[in-house]
């Protein structure tokens, strides 16, 4: 298995050192003398692939389901779940062996690998591709010829064995090709008995639930006229019943993403993949990997660098505490370290409250830096404080 890779607190700042007689003016120009302005926040990192402990929990407002900010910086387990779809039949050098397919999985994992900032990892039980040539995760949940009844039973085992964030359900395909009849509603009901045991397992989880795809509209003989368009109409009922229950369900469109004109996605020459209706071509499986894309996009975390927004105080005082209270924005919430800072100074990490007495021998000028790092990103600010004496006055400064 590969694996890839506004909270704001709101702290009142601390008002400058206790001011000197006739030193305020000159405390002023002295700020705007030494304060150094905080530099850019630093660009969206790529996130760490350690095993961090995840908090699975999912957002939804309105229409929209999200990934919680917990998910930032942590790694996102995606589950593709289905049959041989899934699996990649029609794929590699040798279309019928599961160890050269790879389908949409390798386009998704190119997808995902070069565009998105959260960490990913596919998992299931199963490991094909490998003899493909490529380089991705080959881990999946696609078992060859499945009916949803079939899959129904095994996906308890499947979700405890690899702890899925989000699951990529396309289902139905062999369903509605050995049907004999026009119950496809029958076959609805078993996708939404994945949907239960997959709330059973964890009502966090987000399911992206795929219409599927038609058959090959080009075999005559085998292909059943509006069949899957009348599945997909029934599944879209299902579904949106769900999401507005408040499932945690995404519906996306595979049956519109393919062309099935005579040479489009559904075409193999016989001599490579004789007698199939059932798969789409590399181009097919090219196009559900940018449905799935789309959708993963716009459920990922809403993850935003910190920037510090405070300014620092600049003088200090022998004998005295020195305080200066960082405060960044930024999801999730930022911690706070001193890189740079003179003996005896401290910061809270997780407030970003500084503290210091300086003591005899420090006056003068001292140099520091302070960041603020989340999962996200990292600001920095480097400032300069100036101790003086007790009993030294700043001087007045007359314009």
């Not at 080009?218 to 059943?224: A, G, T, V």
Request: net charge negative.
């Amino acid at each position: 298995m590969l694996d890839k890779i506004e909270n704001s607190r709101r702290f009142p700042i601390n008002s400058l050192p206790r001011p000197r007689f006739f030193g305020l003016v000159a405390l002023v120009g002295l700020v705007w003398f030494l304060g150094l302005q905080p530099v850019t926040a630093a660009p969206l990192k790529s996130v760490s692939t350690s095993p961090e402990q995840k908090v699975p929990v999912t957002v939804q407002g309105g229409s929209s389901i999200q990934l919680s900010s917990t998910f930032c910086g942590q790694t996102v387990n995606i589950m593709p779940l289905g049959n041989s779809i899934t699996k990649g039949t029609g794929t590699g050098a040798v279309p019928n062996d599961d160890n050269f397919n790879y389908g949409y999985r390798y386009y998704l994992y190119n997808l995902l690998n070069s565009s998105t900032y959260y960490g990913f990892d596919f998992v299931g039980t199963r490991v094909h591709g490998f003899q493909s040539g490529y380089v991705f995760d080959y881990d999946h949940e696609g078992w060859g010829g499945y009916l949803a009844d079939q899959l129904l039973p095994n996906v308890p085992g499947y979700l405890a064995a690899t702890q899925p964030d989000v699951i990529l359900l396309h289902i139905g395909t062999n369903d509605v090709a050995q049907r004999t009849d026009d119950n496809y509603a029958a076959d609805v009901a078993d996708v939404a008995g994945i949907l239960d045991v997959i709330d059973a397992y964890s009502t966090d989880a987000i399911v992206i639930l795929a219409q599927i795809i038609d058959q090959d509209r080009n075999d005559l003989d085998n292909y059943q006229q509006g069949a899957v368009s009348t599945f997909n109409g029934l599944l879209a009922t299902m579904a949106q019943n769900r999401i507005t229950s408040g499932d945690k369900l995404v519906l996306v469109d595979m049956y519109n993403a393919l062309d099935y004109s005579p040479n489009g996605d559904m075409h193999f020459d016989e001599a490579y993949l004789p007698d199939d209706w059932l798969h789409p071509n590399d181009g097919g499986y090219e196009k559900m990997a940018g449905v799935w894309f789309s959708a993963l996009e716009a459920i990922q975390p809403d993850c935003s660098a910190p920037v510090i927004t405070t300014t620092a105080p600049v003088t200090g005082f022998v004998d005295e505490v020195y305080t200066y209270d960082v405060d960044a924005i930024g999801v999730p919430a930022p911690t706070y370290t001193l890189t740079t800072a003179p003996n005896g100074m401290t910061i809270d990490a997780g407030t970003g409250v500084i503290s210091w007495t300086p003591a005899q021998n420090q006056t003068g000028s001292h140099n520091i830096v302070v960041e603020a790092t989340s999962a996200a990103g990292t600001d920095t600010q480097a400032f300069a404080v100036t101790v003086l004496e007790q009993g030294i006055f700043l001087p007045f400064i007359q314009k």
